[in-house]
């Protein structure tokens, strides 16, 4: 008989529903209260470091289009000089030279009160 009223109370003081006092709960409050908190830092420092990486990676492509926009402004500087140059009128008379020009032999004119028009046929 004793020796069950000992397995009873080694079995009641070994239980999950056995007393917990005030100061072990405040270490168990304590502990999970850190364990949540170094959960949270990890996660901000996380968000933290993929933001700053994300926004340097923009960063490098930004610089890239800038770069690209000279270039193509360059590029649009040097066609509208080339293109005021081919409109002048210095280049307009040397290529009326060049251009070829046919005789025709089948032109009569026609007399009018007014005036002489050609006309072909």
């Given amino acids: 008989m004793k020796n069950s009223?000992?397995?009873?109370?080694?079995?009641?003081?070994?239980?999950?529903f056995k007393n917990?006092?005030?100061s072990q709960k405040i270490k168990n409050s304590e502990k999970?209260?850190?364990?949540?908190?170094?959960?949270?830092?990890?996660?901000?420092?996380?968000v933290y470091m993929s933001k700053t990486v994300s926004i340097t990676t923009h960063g490098?492509?930004?610089?890239?289009?800038?770069?690209?926009?000279?270039?193509?402004?360059k590029e649009n500087q040097k066609m509208?000089?080339?293109l005021a140059d081919l409109?002048?009128?210095?280049?307009l008379e040397d290529e009326s030279d060049n251009l070829v020009a046919v005789e025709n032999s089948n032109?009569?004119?026609?007399?009018?009160?007014l005036s002489v028009v050609a006309m072909e046929r």
């Fill in 87 to 91: 409109k002048s009128l210095d280049n």
């Fill in 5 to 16: 009223m000992y397995t009873r109370k080694h079995n009641y003081r070994n239980s999950r």
């Fill in 60 to 73: 490098y492509d930004v610089k890239g289009y800038e770069k690209q926009l000279d270039g193509l402004q």
């Fill in 20 to 22: 917990i006092t005030v």
């Fill in 32 to 46: 999970i209260t850190s364990v949540l908190l170094i959960l949270l830092i990890g996660m901000i420092g996380f």
């Fill in 80 to 82: 509208i000089i080339e």
């Fill in 107 to 113: 032109i009569k004119y026609i007399t009018s009160s």
